[in-house]
């Protein structure tokens, strides 16, 4: 990108609050003109778009968004829409009485509101259907990689889990591990475990957010804000792309 006029300070975080904010204690020494990053812990990157705002930096979020006065760009998944599709994925071909698990397997990121309104936006598709009423539903959290906190009780009854972030590999190995079948879990994320548990049929749908695309376009923003100086849409939402056993393969 050196050769396009603009040269990049990559940091890889750790998902530990601390290294995020010794990286914002960096970006705030560094003569930064741009700033690209996803806001993993929702109170310390409202700091960061105040802070850059007040140096008229423009920013980029990916991922998840942060819905707030301060002027940014955001490119990523509509996260209330993809929850919606998720509560319509569940619904296909029920006839009989339906159990539906959301498991919630949280750390401090999961404050953020793309977390919660996929959430939201699943409960919204039952709410707007109501002749759909052979589901009930229930609730779990447990922290992060704890699939020693999962037991086989949990699921008796259940028919469908919804994971609404990108572990749903968690729970497809515990059910493998037990030998529990006949459930469908619908997650996200085209990460390696869950493209495993995708094709043994552990996982029936995954939604892929593009996170390569994502990155790409970002920077893509950045040049055209920082160089062209073009005028940009404040929002570029990525296509909500359902991904089965049957089309995996297009998406690698």
Do not use: W
């Not at 509560?87 to 539906?100: D, H, N, P, T, Y």
């Not at 259907?129 to 009780?153: C, M, R, V, W, Y």
């Amino acid at each position: 990108m050196e050769n396009l006029g603009l040269s990049f300070i990559i940091s890889f975080m750790i998902l530990i609050l601390f290294h995020f904010k010794r990286c914002f204690l960096v970006y705030l020494i560094f003569s930064v003109i741009g700033l690209l990053f996803s806001p993993i812990f929702y109170e310390e990157s409202l700091v960061f778009l105040e802070e850059f705002n007040k140096r008229e930096i423009p920013i980029v979020m990916i991922d998840s968004d942060i819905k707030n006065e301060i002027p940014h760009f955001y490119i990523g998944q509509d996260a209330f829409q993809s929850g919606y599709l998720a509560g319509r994925l569940i619904s296909f071909a029920v006839k009989s009485e339906r159990e539906v698990l959301i498991i919630k397997i949280a750390r401090e990121i999961e404050s953020t509101s793309v977390y919660l309104q996929r959430i939201k936006g699943f409960y919204t598709f039952f709410e707007d259907h109501p002749e759909l009423t052979n589901f009930s539903f229930s609730e779990i959290t447990i922290k992060d990689s704890g699939e020693s906190q999962l037991t086989t009780a949990m699921f008796a009854t259940i028919k469908s889990i919804f994971v609404p972030n990108s572990r749903a590999y968690i729970v497809a190995q515990f059910l493998e591990q037990h030998d529990i079948k006949g459930i469908r879990i619908i997650g996200y994320d085209f990460l390696a475990k869950n493209v495993n548990y995708l094709n043994s049929g552990f996982i029936t749908f995954l939604i892929n957010q593009k996170p390569e695309e994502q990155g790409y376009l970002a920077v893509q923003y950045l040049y055209k804000k920082l160089i062209l100086q073009e005028e940009l849409k404040p929002t570029h939402f990525m296509s909500l792309d359902i991904v089965i056993k049957e089309n995996c393969t297009f998406e690698l």
